[in-house]
């Protein structure tokens, strides 16, 4: 006969159906649970089964091949009377309460049946560890105390895998209010500012901001809950897969497009996307846009207005050259036959007056000659920055002070150096620099006083800083503002020689390498020509010279 209902049935099914546990997967510590029951008390049959009310459920079975059986059919039922003990039954063909069971007739012919209830801290019997076999048997006291502690194990098993669940679901719940709080932040805080929207892992749009649905001319249903690249379209798919993914991958991509969009026409914009993070995981990307369409025209702008001042500056230079080639014929002439009439002057017995003017004819000739080479050296100082090389300038000063040994000897000038290392430039446009400043310091002394020029280098973070200072006839005030413009004077060509473009000159070489060019002077005292002039780009300046 079938053993009746336990009392607080309901109690029991309640605290069964607590722990989520019926009709779940195979799971491997409850198969393991039944292996040992089966090896422990070598029986070919094993279950850890669960009883509801209509039906006993394996949850882990050897030698069995059904998956439940109905309640009225079990052995386990009547373990529910034990107390909680373990349910022995050595032959159940002798045993009136079996002997009629369709599982002792026939298969899977159970003779022999001990079973370890499964019990709640409750105290409810929840079901049972089974060891079965098809041959009368009886247990060891070890094998009995052993098939109870396979029981209490299992039920702590069961335990321990509601509370993984529970906490699995806590997390799962905090994540949905977490992802919740991020769009409304989201939404909260990306209003009025760039194109926005947040994509969760599996590529569908959760979230888009005004902007957003403004340019595409479209409604939050028609976007958010639909995969982004069903919205973008096939021009986009690539592009758009293979980003997300580098976001999800916790990267951030950056790239720009022109866009047709429906109100707005076609748009440059540029996208960042973003991996949004919670505690250290990627819980999706949030993909921004911003529209740069004034700035790219103004680029582009840019670009075409550069090309057309580049090729304005071509057909200057290219007419300077074009002007000082055709000029230095005439120019040559007038020099030439000046000078050979002042040379025929005493034999052809012109006059003094005559002598005199010719002599102005040859001097302006010398000077217009110097004014057309200086002038093209001026424009020819545009060398690319692939030419730069680390200069010393020490030996720079020691050739220019073999170049400018004659007016040195003559003036009876005495140049002291200090401090001078290696800088970052083209050689040759430093050496024209460093020439014209020291040739100015030689020229434009005071009559009665040889010349004391002093040259001190002194780095100054990227830059090393060279001053040339000199002890000359100096410069007011107020015309040092204008000595860099070109064929700029501060004293008359008849008082010193000179086309006026020195300091121009200067200038745009200072300028080419990015650096600075400033006068300090005081009229009779003296002048000083400070230049900055870049380091070069490594920290070391005799592997900047090797290199």
């Excluded at 979230?207 to 976007?223: H, I, S």
């Excluded at 919670?278 to 103004?298: F, K, M, N, P, T």
Aim: aromatic share 6%.
């Amino acid at each position: 006969m079938p053993a009746l209902p336990p009392s607080k049935e309901s109690e029991r099914l309640a605290a069964l159906h607590e722990l989520a546990i019926l009709d779940t997967a195979p799971e491997r510590v409850f198969d393991d649970i039944a292996w040992l029951a089966s090896a422990i008390c070598t029986t070919p049959m094993a279950v850890v089964s669960l009883m509801d009310d209509t039906r006993l459920w394996f949850k882990a079975r050897v030698g069995l091949d059904v998956s439940h059986l109905p309640r009225e059919h079990t052995f386990c039922a009547h373990a529910q009377e034990s107390g909680g003990e373990v349910l022995e039954i050595p032959d159940a063909a002798d045993d009136p309460r079996f002997s009629d069971h369709p599982m002792v007739r026939g298969e899977p012919h159970i003779r022999f049946y001990a079973g370890a209830p499964i019990m709640s801290p409750e105290g409810h019997i929840l079901g049972s560890v089974c060891a079965i076999d098809r041959m009368p048997r009886a247990l060891t006291a070890e094998q009995r105390d052993a098939l109870g502690i396979l029981s209490r194990q299992t039920m702590q098993l069961m335990l321990w895998r509601r509370e993984m669940l529970d906490r699995q679901s806590r997390l799962v719940a905090q994540w949905q209010r977490d992802r919740h709080l991020l769009v409304r932040t989201l939404a909260a805080t990306t209003h009025s500012l760039d194109m926005q929207a947040f994509v969760d892992p599996q590529g569908i749009c959760r979230y888009v901001n005004a902007r957003l649905l403004e340019y595409g001319r479209t409604t939050r249903e028609r976007v958010e809950g639909h995969p982004v690249v069903a919205l973008l379209g096939e021009p986009y798919r690539t592009d758009v897969e293979s980003s997300l993914q580098q976001a999800l991958d916790g990267e951030t991509v950056e790239f720009s497009r022109s866009i047709d969009f429906p109100d707005k026409g076609r748009r440059f914009v540029e996208f960042t996307v973003l991996p949004v993070r919670d505690s250290g995981e990627v819980i999706g990307v949030l993909v921004r846009g911003h529209d740069a369409q004034v700035r790219r025209q103004a680029q582009l702008d840019l670009e075409e207005a550069l090309g057309r001042l580049t090729e304005r500056n071509t057909r200057q230079q290219e007419f300077i050259y074009m002007v000082s080639h055709d000029l230095r014929e005439p120019v040559n002439a007038i020099r030439n036959f000046s000078g050979l009439l002042l040379e025929d002057a005493p034999a052809s017995g012109l006059p003094p007056e005559a002598v005199r003017y010719l002599g102005f004819v040859r001097d302006g000739g010398e000077r217009l000659r110097e004014m057309l080479d200086a002038l093209l050296e001026y424009v020819k100082q545009d060398a690319p920055r692939a030419a730069f090389k680390a200069v010393d300038l020490a030996r720079v000063f020691d050739e220019l002070e073999v170049d400018l040994s004659v007016p040195i000897r003559a003036s009876g000038a005495h140049i002291t150096r200090m401090g001078l290392g290696v800088v970052w430039g083209q050689r040759a446009q430093l050496r024209l620099l460093f020439q014209n400043l020291l040739s100015n310091a030689l020229k434009f002394r005071q009559a009665r006083r040889a010349p004391r020029i002093v040259v001190r280098g002194e780095q100054l973070g990227p830059m090393l800083r060279i001053s040339v200072t000199d002890n000359g006839i100096g410069i007011p005030a107020t015309q040092l503002p204008k000595l860099f413009g070109l064929f700029r004077r501060h004293v008359t060509q008849r008082e010193f020689a000179g086309t006026g473009l020195g300091l121009a000159l200067c200038k745009r070489i200072v300028e080419l390498h990015d650096g600075r060019i400033q006068l300090q002077s005081e009229p009779d005292v003296g002048t000083t020509v400070i230049v900055d002039l870049p380091l070069p780009p490594v920290a070391d300046p005799a592997r900047a010279l090797q290199g």
